[in-house]
């Protein structure tokens, strides 16, 4: 095919017409591998056609170049063991970017470049980058299919373990690239891990022309693109945009013993909760009762003509948080990745077994380094170990989970880690003010992201490390999306964290969870009694069900009530936290927060 080239994405590339191999009748496309082409200068190209057997040929090569390692097949069968470099082991937030032509739509939340000094940056580290490796051409698609809600990408990157990945993680390979050639659009994700450098690695956004660069990383949300860059920051922009909503946030299906079905969506920060409540198993107590995952990170939520909020999970698989599965926490996700997993940075026991903190079984020989266990050098298994997982593989996958028009949700819940102050529950008076509970949202930091942890931020949404755009403008739009809907679900905060004078958390958490969301689901349906509180309502101390629960009733009011001063100083919190998106502030947020200020200063 012949093209001229686009001057603006590649200038240093000489832009006279050229030959370029007929792989792929989206011209867009095929000029954009071979622009990368040149600029990368791989050995060879490979375009992923996302067969089972490319995927075996791949993870035979990556056995073989020692990236991967085989686990233990009797016990572990089809399951993998990959060692990331130890600099490389979380997000890096302060080294990802969102570059729109004007600071402003960037936000306080972001950190920002210009796009063309972003996009000259990228090109000098991309320069040659490839040199004696394969550059992979992964199209893939974020959602179902068939889905009208859905959207495409391609990522071009020289990482195997970034495609094994993608494979499991996204509708990845030929389908995608079939639908990409239909509809002409799709995100261009261009990624290397370069020489995994700290010095030398970013992770860039361009809203705008709905393109990602990566440099440096091989590590999670920094490389699987189409996760955390194209379904939340590069989404979040374009939701915004075209009246819908892209979220952190897990979908699950909640069955009751007469077999109906209700769908919540929850967004909790990073290692807080997530894929633990998507997967949850009832208590002995709840017989009857089930809970089917329709995701676990990622929700993309559009107003129905029939007045409710639609989702669907753009995601097909999972990349779960190793540490603390258990048979007790989360049998599920303990039973789900002994076979077709890929561990990434866990222990091994002696005979080869993946190791982690919490697993309760076995003890670690080799820790994550590969180093012999030694107790004095941290732990086993790394904070931020992974598994990725085909969905396909949870037994609670929800039959829903591939519905074109996805699942109407029935209720919101926002939440973090907070040893103090937040209550196990509460509920926002009317949509407004739950967009207001969501803003002021805060939780202690984890091991997802680098840098301190256990610090307390604002994370609002939950959103904070994956918002393209400036929070004021998303607060807006999300008061906006209310607006539109005649059936709007009702918004609710948890916190399954709080802790008791020794540390120790006082709710037990996991499936006892379910009791939690039976309140919400009974408020949703207007048949449970609540306590007006300055910040919202509070269930009577009866309000959850208690019947075999481990958990004496000074301690259950303890969770359910909230303090005042705390509750005064955290709205000064919150207020000086606003106040940095300045008049850019949506007036209804203002007008919800003065009102629970002021309930609260009446008391
Ligand atoms: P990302 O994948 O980083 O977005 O995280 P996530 O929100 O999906 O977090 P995940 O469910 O993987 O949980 C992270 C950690 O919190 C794990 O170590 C869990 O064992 C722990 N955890 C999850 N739910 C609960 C709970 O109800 N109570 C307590 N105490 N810990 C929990
Ligand atoms: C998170 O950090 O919220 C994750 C893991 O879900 S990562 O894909 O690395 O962002
Ligand atoms: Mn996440």
Same mark, same amino acid.
């Given at each position: 095919a012949r093209y001229t080239r686009h001057p603006r994405l590649y200038p240093e590339i000489s832009s006279k017409e050229t030959e370029v191999p007929m792989t792929t009748s989206n011209a867009t496309l095929a000029r954009w591998v071979d622009e990368v082409a040149r600029l990368t200068r791989p050995e060879r190209i490979h375009w992923c056609d996302g067969s089972e057997a490319e995927d075996a040929r791949l993870i035979e090569a990556m056995l073989e170049s020692g990236e991967l390692t085989r686990l233990n097949e009797k016990t572990h069968p089809d399951c993998y063991l990959h060692r990331s470099d130890p600099a490389d082991v979380a997000r890096v937030e302060h080294l990802t970017f969102v570059c729109t032509e004007d600071r402003e739509d960037a936000g306080p939340n972001n950190h920002w470049m210009a796009p063309d000094e972003a996009r000259e940056k990228m090109l000098g580290l991309f320069e040659g980058c490839m040199e004696g490796r394969t550059l992979y051409v992964v199209p893939y698609c974020m959602g179902p299919i068939d889905s009208p809600l859905s959207r495409c990408g391609v990522e071009i990157t020289d990482s195997p373990y970034v495609v094994i990945n993608m494979r499991r993680m996204t509708r990845m390979g030929q389908a995608a690239l079939e639908r990409i050639e239909r509809e002409g659009s799709f995100v261009k994700g261009l990624h290397s891990t370069g020489e995994l450098d700290p010095e030398r690695r970013f992770i860039m956004h361009f809203p705008e022309s709905l393109e990602i660069m990566s440099f440096g990383s091989g590590y999670g949300g920094n490389a699987l693109l189409g996760k955390k860059c194209h379904a939340l920051r590069i989404a979040s922009h374009q939701a915004r945009q075209e009246g819908w909503l892209a979220e952190h946030m897990l979908i699950v299906g909640i069955e009751n013993p007469r077999g109906e079905t209700h769908y919540v969506a929850a967004a909790f920060p990073s290692a807080c909760g997530k894929t633990n409540l998507a997967m949850l198993i009832p208590p002995e107590s709840?017989?009857?009762?089930?809970?089917?995952?329709?995701?676990?990170?990622?929700?993309?939520?559009?107003?129905?003509?029939?007045? #409710?909020?639609?989702?669907?999970?753009?995601?097909?698989?999972?990349?779960?948080?190793?540490?603390?599965?258990?048979?007790?926490?989360?049998?599920?996700?303990?039973?789900?990745?002994?076979?077709?997993?890929?561990?990434?940075?866990?222990?091994?026991?002696?005979?080869?077994?993946?190791?982690?903190?919490?697993?309760?079984?076995?003890?670690?020989?080799?820790?994550?380094?590969? #180093?012999?266990?030694?107790?004095?050098?941290?732990?086993?298994?790394?904070?931020?170990?992974?598994?990725?997982?085909?969905?396909?593989?949870?037994?609670?996958?929800?039959?829903?989970?591939?519905?074109?028009?996805?699942v109407p949700i029935s209720a919101i819940l926002f939440g973090g880690r907070r040893k103090d102050v937040a209550p196990l529950i509460f509920e926002a008076r009317d949509w407004n003010h739950g967009v207001l509970v969501g803003a002021g949202m805060a939780s202690e930091t984890t091991a997802a992201a680098t840098g301190a942890q256990g610090v307390v931020r604002r994370d609002p949404m939950a959103m904070k490390p994956f918002c393209g755009y400036n929070f004021a403008d998303y607060w807006d739009h999300w008061i906006r999306v209310g607006n539109k809907l005649d059936k709007a679900p009702k918004i609710f905060h948890v916190n399954w964290f709080r802790q008791d004078g020794n540390g120790k958390f006082i709710w037990p958490g996991f499936g006892e969870n379910l009791r939690v969301l039976r309140w919400v689901l009974d408020r949703s349906h207007g048949d449970a009694e609540a306590v007006e509180s300055p910040i919202g309502y509070l269930p009577t101390l009866d309000g959850i069900d208690q019947t075999d629960l481990d958990l004496d009733r000074d301690a259950m009011e303890g969770l359910l009530s909230i303090d005042e001063g705390l509750w005064r100083s955290e709205m000064t919190e919150i207020g000086d936290f606003l106040g940095q998106f300045g008049e850019r502030v949506p007036d209804q947020l203002m007008e919800e927060f003065r009102r629970v200020r002021e309930a609260l200063n009446k008391q």
């Open positions: 709840h017989k009857g009762w089930k809970i089917w995952t329709v995701g676990d990170d990622i929700a993309w939520l559009h107003p129905g003509e029939d007045g #409710r909020l639609w989702a669907i999970n753009p995601e097909a698989g999972y990349f779960g948080v190793v540490p603390g599965t258990s048979p007790k926490t989360n049998p599920n996700a303990y039973d789900m990745i002994t076979q077709d997993t890929i561990f990434t940075n866990v222990a091994v026991t002696e005979d080869n077994q993946p190791w982690w903190e919490g697993k309760k079984d076995g003890e670690p020989a080799y820790d994550w380094q590969g #180093r012999p266990y030694n107790a004095d050098m941290g732990p086993a298994a790394h904070p931020n170990s992974r598994f990725t997982v085909s969905a396909n593989n949870n037994p609670s996958q929800s039959p829903e989970a591939e519905s074109p028009r996805g």
